[in-house]
């Protein structure tokens, strides 16, 4: 199995900076695709940003520019640089990762952290 612990979320005012991080664990895994979606009250979780392991990376438009996504392989942890936040980006933030286990392909997902921007 594979296990995946955000950590990073919190408050910050309007114009802020956080910075989310996401670690895989378990063994005798490979993963893919990493990334970060996010679902705030009342709304359907959305992308936010994805990176493949051939360095490939889609952003949500809500977020270019202002949202930077990375990765150490080497450590199997996926970075999300959050800058000028806005109220809007309110939501639970979840990480995702495609990954080869056991002779198949699943998808995980972690427990979500809580970014809240606020004045």
């Known amino acids: 199995q594979v296990q995946l612990v955000e950590s990073g979320g919190g408050l910050v005012q309007p114009g802020g900076s956080l910075r989310l991080s996401c670690a895989a664990s378990g063994s005798g895994f490979s993963i893919n695709t990493m990334g970060w979606y996010r679902q705030a009250p009342g709304e359907q979780r959305e992308l936010v940003a994805v990176?493949?392991?051939?360095?490939?990376?889609s952003y949500a438009d809500s977020v270019k520019d202002r949202f930077t996504i990375s990765r150490s392989n080497a450590k199997n942890t996926v970075y999300l640089e959050m800058n000028s936040l806005k109220p809007e980006d309110t939501a639970v933030y979840y990480c995702?990762?495609?990954?080869?286990?056991?002779?198949?392909?699943?998808?995980?997902w972690g427990q979500g952290t809580q970014v809240t921007v606020s004045s």
């Open positions: 990176l493949t392991s051939g360095d490939r990376i």
């Open positions: 995702n990762a495609d990954a080869f286990y056991g002779g198949g392909q699943f998808v995980y």
